[in-house]
C-alpha cells in the first residue's frame, strides 16, 4: 500500500505542483499546496486508490484546497504590472518569464471556479466531462466557465488577441 502511494507521488506530483503553481501563482505556495495535498491524500490512501480515478480524487483535493486559500485570501488585491502588453522578443528568455509571470497574475484575477476550469483544461488537459466529475458541475457549465475565463485571460492581452504581427511581414522580402 505505501509502496502504491510513493508510485502516485513519483508519476503524477511533477503534473500537481504545476496546476498548483497556476493555481496559487507562485512557487513556494505551490509546493505548500501539492505537500498538503499529498499529506490528505496518503491518509486517505486505502481509500482512494480504491475509486476508478485516485488522480482525479487528488486533483480534486488540490482544488478544494486552493479554495479554502483563495477564500482566505480573498481579500488581499492584486496590483496590476507596469507594461502589461507587450511581446517578449523571440530567444528573449527573460522576457518569456514575464510573459509566464503575467499569465499566471492574470489567471489570478479569474474568480476561482473560472480559474480552476482554465487550469484543468490547459494545464492538465482534461475533458469537458472529466472536469464536470472533478468539480461537480455540469458539462456545459464547464464550456460556459472556460469561455468566458478565455475571453477575460485575452481580454487582459490585447495584442496576444489581434493578428500575429508574422502576417503582416509574410510577404515582404
Known amino acids: 500500500m505505501e509502496a502504491d502511494f510513493e508510485a502516485f507521488v513519483a508519476a503524477r506530483s511533477a503534473a500537481l505542483f504545476r496546476g498548483a503553481v497556476v ?9 505548500d499546496l501539492v505537500q498538503e ?18 488522480d482525479a ?26 507594461g502589461g502588453g ?29 480559474r480552476t476550469v482554465v487550469v484543468l483544461r490547459y494545464f492538465h488537459d482534461l475533458s469537458d ?11 456545459s457549465t464547464v464550456r460556459s466557465q472556460l469561455a468566458r475565463g478565455i ?4 481580454s487582459q492581452f490585447p495584442v496576444l488577441s489581434g493578428p500575429s504581427p508574422q502576417r503582416h511581414t509574410e510577404g515582404i522580402r
Do not use: H
Open 129 to 139: 466531462r472529466e472536469i464536470a466529475a472533478d468539480l461537480g458541475i455540469s458539462p
Open 57 to 82: 480524487y487528488v486533483r480534486r483535493i488540490m482544488v478544494n484546497l486552493a479554495n479554502d486559500r483563495w477564500r482566505r485570501f480573498r481579500r488581499l488585491a492584486t496590483t496590476p504590472q507596469p
Open 151 to 154: 475571453e477575460k485571460l485575452r
Open 86 to 114: 507587450d511581446l517578449p522578443a523571440s530567444g528573449d528568455e527573460y522576457g518569456q518569464v514575464d510573459s509566464r509571470d503575467q499569465l499566471v497574475r492574470a489567471l489570478q484575477r479569474l474568480p476561482m471556479r473560472m
Open 23 to 31: 493555481l496559487t501563482g507562485n512557487r513556494e505556495t505551490a509546493e
Open 37 to 54: 495535498t499529498l499529506e490528505r491524500a496518503c491518509r486517505k490512501w486505502r481509500t482512494i486508490s480504491a475509486k476508478d480515478s485516485p
